[in-house]
């Protein structure tokens, strides 16, 4: 009697883990119903300007309560240690913010899902001090029923093998 009630509680946990997933669209489970929020290249564009922006406002703490979801990661360009916590973010970003980076968009592709959006692409940060810094970035956000928040934030700077390497012409 012992197993088959244990049996049925783990079968409860893996059904209401199962159900509360959430649905990528076409792949959804059956049975599952999820309100995507329509978006379009566009609004998810304009979440990098939204976050540019809260770079020239030089407030560590606005740039990451602004743009970060909850238990968001960010895997920063110009520091080696992964950002769990918000102390942490804030902290990567007092120290960044203080030679004034201005982010600039040189190449980049949006995805979009339900409720959720990639953008990757390459980036150069220029400070005030003349400094550029060419980067891949990767932007993951969720739409959180309010606004879009981003999930994760990877940033590395650009190998210079990279710098120095064009795709051949065809």
Known sequence: MRKTATLAAALAIVFAVYAAAPSWGAGAKPGRTETCKETNQQEIAALFVRWNNSL???NASRVVADNYAEGSVLLPTVSDTPRVTV???E???RHFLQDGPVGRIDWR????GCNSAVDTGLY???????????ARYTFTYKWDGR???ITSHHSSRMPEDCLQWRPTKK
């Open 109 to 112: 592709v949006i995805v979009i």
């Open 56 to 58: 020239h406002s030089g």
């Open 147 to 149: 606004q879009w928040l």
């Open 87 to 89: 102390a942490e973010k």
């Open 124 to 134: 150069t940060f220029i400070f005030l001090t003349g400094a550029r810094v060419p």
């Open 91 to 93: 902290d990567y970003f």
